[in-house]
């Protein structure tokens, strides 16, 4: 398997001051965005819309599973970071399916049986699995604790973790029992869609980017850019969490 460790990597250089600049604005960008779109809420017309339904509506809940993804940032940031160094499609494939069988498993079986865990908690643990992949993107687990995490082991936890922050986002908005299982299948396949949506565009530019020759020189600050980001986005949700 083609190795996920920048460090490893005889070409990688030092970014360049404009690149440097990248991560913060990214940073202060970040620091912009309103307080909804930070705490991965569903839109609050979905919500209206999750309430108020009755019975079984496939189009619909694959449409909101759909939308949800292709739409959720730290799930969009979390794949950029695990397929960063990943070129074969096979391998993307099994890592993608991982994140996948995790998402999917904790979303259906969270809100099916009823298990919320706290919105705030589970969206700073979703920050630190941003803050996890950038890292070992650059090789910091090796270079400083001499040791190279199972990433596909990672990878299937913190799909885990994905996917509880969705069920506990439904579960608060007490979805109507009538139809819940085909619902809740539906949305789970809309939401697998937009993953796949999601992973073609980021694949296409990636792409494209590999193809220059700044790619190398520029990955390093680019991981730490998403580092950043995950730690902004851990430490909001724990702000949240002490200050709700």
Excluded at 81 to 87: K, Q, S, T
Aim: charged share 10%.
């Amino acid at each position: 398997m083609c190795s996920t460790l920048l460090a490893d990597r005889k070409h990688v250089l030092r970014a360049s001051p404009t690149y440097r600049l990248f991560w913060i604005f990214l940073t202060f960008g970040l620091f912009g965005m309103s307080a909804d779109v930070l705490a991965h809420a569903v839109a609050e017309g979905d919500k209206g819309y999750i309430q108020e339904i009755t019975g079984v509506n496939l189009i619909a809940f694959m449409y909101l599973g759909a939308k949800h993804m292709v739409t959720g940032y730290d799930h969009l940031l979390f794949l950029l970071g695990v397929i960063f160094f990943l070129y074969q499609m096979k391998h993307i494939a099994i890592y993608v399916s991982l994140f996948a069988v995790g998402h999917s498993t904790t979303m259906l079986l969270g809100v099916y049986f009823n298990i919320g865990i706290n919105s705030y908690i589970i969206d700073a643990i979703i920050g630190l699995s941003i803050v996890y992949k950038a890292l070992d993107n650059i090789g910091a687990y090796q270079r400083w604790f001499g040791f190279q995490p199972n990433t596909k082991a990672a990878t299937l936890i913190f799909g885990f973790f994905h996917g509880f922050g969705l069920s506990s986002k439904i579960i608060e908005y007490d979805i109507s029992p009538d139809g819940l299982v085909p619902n809740l299948l539906a949305f789970n396949v809309g939401v697998e869609i937009g993953q796949l949506i999601a992973l073609a565009m980021i694949l296409i530019a990636i792409s494209f980017w590999r193809k220059t020759d700044g790619f190398f020189r520029h990955a390093y600050t680019t991981n730490v850019a998403m580092m950043s980001a995950g730690f902004l986005l851990f430490g909001y949700q724990l702000t949240g969490y002490f200050v709700a």
